[in-house]
């Protein structure tokens, strides 16, 4: 099965940016782990990145015409994206929510997504693992739906 993980913006300058916050793992590094984990879970994972909302929505999009689960991390869209949130509303499989940081335990304005109300379910503060635990779910919840 087909998945996507897809990071919003400033998340391709992941182990430069603020790596106390978000860890010294580069993006690079990241997509080829979640690859690898996800191929033990029989998951085949497409990891994309990107700082245009546009490009965004044309991915949601496409996990929605061809039903891909999908590993959502919007980045700052999740504060003040209601474009993002109506093209996570058109889902037509799984979805979850993930970010690096307990949003809840930084600024106030991190505390607001736009995205959760139609998320499967969110993730926070784990870091690179709450990818990981994403991906188990969704290959769980498949696994479940074709018994
Ligand atoms: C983030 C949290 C957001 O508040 C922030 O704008 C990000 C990354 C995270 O993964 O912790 O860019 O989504």
Redesign the pocket.
């Known amino acids: 099965m087909r998945v996507l993980v897809l990071n919003?913006?400033?998340?391709g300058r992941l182990g430069r940016r603020e790596p106390e916050?978000?860890g010294s793992l580069t993006h690079d590094q990241l997509a080829a782990q979640l690859v690898d984990f996800g191929s033990g879970l029989g998951l085949g994972i497409e990891v994309r990145q990107t700082d245009a909302e546009a490009e965004m929505i044309g991915w949601l999009h496409e996990a929605a015409d061809e039903s891909l689960p999908v590993v959502l991390?919007?980045?700052?869209w999740?504060?003040y994206s209601i474009a993002i949130a109506d093209a996570v509303a058109q889902r037509t499989a799984d979805l979850i929510e993930?970010?690096?940081?307990?949003?809840h335990a930084?600024e106030e304005f991190?505390r607001h997504s736009y995205i959760t109300p139609y998320a499967t379910g969110v993730i926070?503060g784990l870091g690179v693992d709450g990818y990981r635990l994403a991906l188990r779910a969704l290959a769980d919840r498949i696994a479940r739906r074709d018994e």
Do not use: F, M, Q
């Open positions: 919003g913006p400033n998340l916050i978000y991390n919007p980045a700052a999740t504060h993930v970010h690096l940081s307990n949003v930084r991190r926070a």
